[in-house]
């Protein structure tokens, strides 16, 4: 593995033919990212979480952070297998307790991730992780979340980048580790 992506590893094609791109969803233009058949195969399945957990073993996290909804499927095996506590970042209104949140923009309006206050400590290393990054909005507002609570975010990670949308540019130079492009 080198840089921000995870090259030459024959697991790779076996994951990406296992996403299944869906014309027109949820509106027209959009080819929708469906990890869900990722999800349906155990070996890609696995796959996806060894690679990150391979990348991220050795490197201090003590958080992975999971973006809802899909950073919630990924995020917890691999917070389990390096030893580092999970933490949801969710929708509005979705986390019982105080909250602190973040809000950000979206190509057809607002939104905000919330985290709950005290579930993440100054000085913890964290690692954000979504299932894909198209403009970097929801990344940049747990990037920033984060932060705000003390929070050195060491890396994000995505099974799969659109770059073509040019997200990654707005991750505040944090690294990003995606496993498969899409070019639109």
């Known amino acids: 593995m080198s840089g921000n992506k995870v090259e030459e590893d024959p697991r790779i094609n076996g994951i990406k033919t296992k996403i299944r791109v869906v014309p027109d969803f949820p509106k027209k233009g959009i080819m929708f990212q469906d990890i869900t058949t990722v ?67 979206l190509e ?42 003390g929070a050195e975010v060491v890396e994000c990670a995505c099974v799969i980048e659109l770059p073509e949308l040019k997200g990654r540019q707005r991750l505040k130079g944090k690294p990003l580790c995606m496993l498969v492009e899409y070019r639109c």
């Open 108 to 149: 057809y309006g607002n939104d905000r991730l919330e985290m709950h206050v005290g579930a993440v400590d100054a000085g913890d290393r964290a690692l954000v992780v979504d299932d894909l990054i198209a403009t970097g909005g929801t990344l940049c507002a747990a990037i920033n979340l984060l932060e705000r609570v």
């Open 39 to 105: 999800l349906l195969d155990p070996k890609a399945f696995k796959d996806t979480i060894d690679l990150f957990v391979e990348r991220y073993r050795d490197k201090n996290i003590s958080v992975v952070a999971g973006i809802e909804a899909r950073g919630f499927i990924f995020g917890p095996p691999i917070a389990l297998a390096i030893g580092a506590k999970f933490v949801p970042l969710r929708k509005p209104k979705k986390l019982p307790g105080e909250t602190i949140f973040e809000e950000y923009e």
